[in-house]
């Protein structure tokens, strides 16, 4: 009558592993009841007040204003394209190169600046002031040359404007085709 249940375990080992399964089986009902009442009052503060109808509209209302969100990024993307085609044929690059023109003025008063574009056109603006006046010079640059040989100033300053480079203007074109 008091027969082993399981051959090899007493009837006694078996009901504390059963016992210790009902414990581990009470604490996971208590951790999950714990977990679905929190949900359950996250619910029911988003729904307290709202039937199908409101939440129906609050959807439709959130809809066009994503698709508001993404037409205003397609027509800032537009400006942007175009502010960027614009730029090419601003001047963005500059060189200036200061010095005495004569000797004994003092001080570097005379001046030669070069400003050009994406493509390296634009001008050497040559400004030589002496006691009694100011001359000023301007030669057309293109693409990098110039027709009228330029001085040792002028030639500093252009070098110093080809040498700069626009960091952004083909990023910003990666940024834009996306």
């Known amino acids: 009558m008091n027969e082993p249940i399981v051959k090899g375990l007493s009837n006694t080992t078996l009901l504390m592993i059963l016992l210790v399964l009902v414990i581990i089986y009470t604490v996971?009902?208590?951790?999950?009841?714990?977990r679905?009442?929190?949900?359950?009052?996250?619910?029911?503060?988003?729904?307290?007040?709202?039937?199908?109808?409101?939440?129906?509209?609050?959807?439709?209302?959130l809809l066009f204003k994503v698709e508001n969100l993404q037409n205003q990024d397609m027509a800032n993307k537009d400006v942007l394209r175009i502010l960027n085609r614009n730029q090419v044929n601003t001047y963005q690059k500059t060189g200036l190169t200061k010095y005495n023109a004569f000797e004994g003025?003092?001080?570097n008063a005379s001046?030669?600046?070069?400003?050009?574009?994406?493509?390296?056109?634009?001008?050497?603006?040559?400004?030589?002031?002496?006691?009694?006046s100011?001359?000023?010079y301007i030669k057309e640059i293109k693409s990098g040359s110039?027709?009228?040989?330029?001085?040792?100033?002028?030639k500093s300053a252009l070098m110093q404007a080809m040498r700069k480079r626009d960091r952004f203007y083909e990023q910003d074109e990666k940024v834009l085709e996306s």
Do not use: P
């Open 28 to 34: 996971l009902m208590i951790y999950w009841l714990i």
């Open 36 to 61: 679905s009442n929190r949900v359950f009052q996250r619910y029911d503060a988003f729904m307290r007040g709202k039937d199908a109808a409101s939440l129906e509209n609050l959807l439709a209302e």
């Open 105 to 107: 003025m003092g001080g």
């Open 111 to 132: 001046f030669a600046l070069a400003l050009l574009d994406l493509n390296n056109n634009g001008f050497v603006l040559n400004v030589i002031h002496s006691r009694s």
């Open 134 to 136: 100011c001359y000023t």
């Open 146 to 154: 110039c027709e009228v040989t330029l001085g040792a100033e002028e």
